[in-house]
């Protein structure tokens, strides 16, 4: 059994920094690709950033120059710098990640159960 578990999340004024984290635990023989996605109520779930096992990283035009995201794979933990927030970046932050179940050698999605990032104007 695989869990994901974020922290970080919170209110935070216009201009502002926080960093989410993602925990990765249970039967993991690898991690592909960890991602953050944010989902504002009446809305698609849209990607953040995402970033492969090699260190290769992707991120919405929204939140480029402003956002990173970075991985400790010693730790199966994934990061989400986010500065100069906005009060567009408001939402549910969610992570995801692609993992190789050592147990059926499978690979799965997997999602945690969120995190509220508030940027108040």
């Known amino acids: 059994q695989v869990q994901l578990v974020e922290s970080g999340g919170g209110l935070v004024q216009a201009g502002g920094s926080l960093r989410l984290s993602c925990a990765a635990s249970?039967?993991?023989?690898?991690?592909?690709?960890m991602a953050w996605y944010r989902q504002d109520p009446g809305k698609q779930r849209e990607l953040v950033a995402e970033?492969?096992?090699?260190?290769?990283?992707n991120y919405a035009d929204s939140v480029k120059g402003r956002f990173t995201i970075s991985r400790d794979n010693a730790k199966n933990t994934a990061y989400l710098q986010m500065n100069s927030l906005k009060s567009e970046d408001t939402g549910v932050y969610s992570c995801?990640?692609?993992?190789?179940?050592?147990?059926?050698?499978?690979?799965?999605?997997?999602w945690g159960q969120g995190t509220q990032v508030t940027v108040s104007s």
């Open positions: 249970g039967t993991i023989f690898s991690i592909n690709v």
């Open positions: 995801n990640a692609i993992i190789n179940d050592s147990r059926t050698r499978a690979t799965y999605s997997y």
């Open positions: 970033i492969t096992s090699g260190g290769r990283t």
